[in-house]
């Protein structure tokens, strides 16, 4: 079966965007005098922003009232966007403009779909808000990864049936949402994390359309 689509996410896959994530979670996490390593930084990749802040709380066994909850994450998501907001097309990561650039060339369709809802800013920042040929992300969508809505979402925007696109995540959560959607994934990032993803890459400069062709054919796909 043909390849007729890509979605990528976006933290950490297109934009170097995974850190100030982390900043903005260890800052709070500082606050709250919770201990936040970079193994929990990973556990947090592909989540809500409220499931993100759970996860701190029970990193510190810590419980707080609804109120709290909402009050601190968007205290976190404030200092993102300070970080964000000062962002340029440099932090665009190695490859990205290249590959994304090559398969719209080959008549592929290619979308965003990530949870945040800090999307639109990031792409303005960067250059890319007209690159793409839709764009799901947390203002659209209700359900976090490893729920598919998200690509299911960028599937249905780009008229495409989930079976012919293929899927560019950073995280576990989300190499399972596009497992979920019945999409081939492409892992970006560490092997020993992203294992359950039908082949990994350590970054988009690593790959081509000829090489993405191989792996549908090598997922069973085609």
Known sequence: MKLK???FDLDG???????YHSLAWKRLADQLKIHFSEEDNERLK?????????IILEIG?????????KEYASLKNRWYIEYISRMTPDEILPGSLEFIKELK????KVAIGSASKNTPLILERVGMENLFDAVA??????KAKPDPEVFL?????LGIEPVRIAVFEDAVAGVRAALNAGMICIGVGSSGILSEAHSVIPGLNKINLKKLEKIVKLSGYE
């Not at 592909?46 to 759970?54: A, C, E, F, I, Y």
């Not at 060339?105 to 592929?108: L, S, T």
């Not at 992300?137 to 209700?142: A, C, L, Q, T």
Request: glycine share 10%; net charge negative; hydrophobic share 40%.
């Open 5 to 7: 689509g890509c979605i």
């Open 137 to 142: 992300d947390g203002n659209r969508i209700s």
């Open 153 to 157: 979402t960028a599937a249905k925007m």
């Open 105 to 108: 060339e080959a008549g592929i």
């Open 46 to 54: 592909g989540v809500s922003r409220m499931d993100s802040l759970d």
């Open 13 to 19: 896959v297109i934009v170097d965007t995974a850190r």
């Open 61 to 69: 066994n810590m419980r707080l009232n609804e109120e709290l909850r």
